[in-house]
């Protein structure tokens, strides 16, 4: 293969005559080397071709020159390349992994956190809207009164809240209130808590905090919190019908979670429809952790009136001699019924059918 920088007899004749430097290659010249080494790296008999065929210059005709003169123009080009290459490549590791954290960052923002052991968020974060100061001292107020047993405090929250919306949010001492206010006894303080709950999430209390839920129960990061929020409107009187049939299509979801939501859920809505479905959930779901909430909402918790837990109670001592339910699903009945009904009557189904009849 011949030389691509072999110089001709002329130029050799010049350079002897006139006994000067050799003129350093020009940039053409270096890419053409660099070409050329790179070959003879990868093949080492390239190498040795092309060495042979480069002719020797007369003796004395041409100075010797030395390995920094000949050879290093080359050297410090591949030098310079190796080293823009891995700057570049720098650069790009940390631009993918800047733009990595970014996107972490986004997607942890557009999220709605859960919160309380109902998985509620706070939709007021997304819409990034300032807290009134006034606003929400009066709700902690009120809210602190509710949970203490206040009747004029929750008819004032029930008035008042729906102004607390996008103004408010929750803190500590909302939250301490309104897990007070939802275990009370009294049926008014629970439907000021609910309600207050709604406002301080900054979910509406009309179709637009319903269309709002809508979306985000398609989010499975948002999904048990906007179940909660779906039934709590249902309670509110926002088309208590159609949140029942959004919450009721993931009872038979194949996440046990997700279940168990749709029934704390339902026990929110806490209408007669409901009862069935959670009857259903408790007799035959697979999962004991579904199977319990739904015992319970049955039993204490949600927003079932006395008479409500009687009808469900029909059911319940009838079933205390079925020989399908399991030992656990038993002992949660029995346990049901005594919530509901105030007392102790253990496993004896005689005596609870007696209790039933009489208290009905």
């Not at 940039?27 to 071709?49: F, H, I, P, Q, Y």
């Not at 309670?235 to 029934?263: E, Q």
């Not at 918790?301 to 399908?324: C, I, K, N, P």
Request: aromatic letters at 4%; one cysteine or more; hydrophobic letters at 40%.
């Amino acid at each position: 293969m011949p030389d691509p920088i072999q110089p001709n007899d002329s130029a050799n004749a010049k350079i002897a005559s006139e006994n000067i430097a050799e003129p350093r290659p020009s940039e053409a010249d270096v890419v053409k080397a660099l070409v050329e080494v790179e070959k003879a790296t990868t093949n080492g008999e390239a190498t040795k071709s092309v060495t042979t065929q480069i002719a020797p210059p007369a003796p004395g005709d041409v100075r010797r020159e030395s390995w920094a003169v000949g050879r290093g123009p080359v050297a410090i080009f591949i030098a310079l390349g190796i080293g823009i290459a891995l700057g570049v490549s720098l650069l790009l590791v940390r631009g993918i992994a800047r733009g990595s954290k970014e996107l972490s960052g986004l997607a942890d923002s557009g999220r709605i956190s859960s919160g309380h052991g109902n998985s509620r968020g706070n939709a007021r974060e997304q819409t990034k809207t300032a807290i009134d100061t006034a606003v929400q001292k009066r709700a902690e107020e009120l809210l602190s009164r509710v949970a203490a047993g206040d009747s004029a405090a929750a008819d004032q929250v029930l008035a008042e809240s729906s102004d607390w919306t996008g103004k408010s949010r929750r803190s500590p001492r909302t939250d301490q209130s309104i897990t007070a206010g939802m275990n009370s006894t009294n049926m008014h303080a629970r439907e000021a808590s609910l309600q207050a709950q709604l406002a301080l999430d900054g979910v509406f209390r009309d179709e637009r905090g319903f269309a709002m839920m809508e979306r985000a129960v398609g989010n499975p990061g948002q999904r048990a919190w906007a179940l909660w929020m779906l039934g709590a409107l249902g309670n509110r009187g926002v088309d208590p019908i159609h949140t029942t049939k959004i919450i009721g299509a993931y009872l038979n979801d194949p996440n046990a979670s997700v279940r168990a939501s749709s029934v704390d859920a339902l026990s929110l809505v806490g209408t007669d429809e409901t009862i069935p479905m959670l009857l259903d959930r408790f007799r035959n779901d697979p999962s004991p952790v579904v199977q319990e909430r739904a015992a319970c909402a049955i039993a204490e918790s949600g927003m079932y009136t006395h008479e409500q837990r009687m009808t469900a109670a029909s059911s319940l001592v009838g079933w205390l001699d079925d020989s399908l339910l399991t030992a656990q699903q038993r002992r949660w009945t029995v346990q049901a019924l005594g919530d509901i009904s105030g007392k102790n009557l253990g496993t004896d189904s005689a005596a609870w059918r007696s209790w039933y009849e009489g208290a009905r």
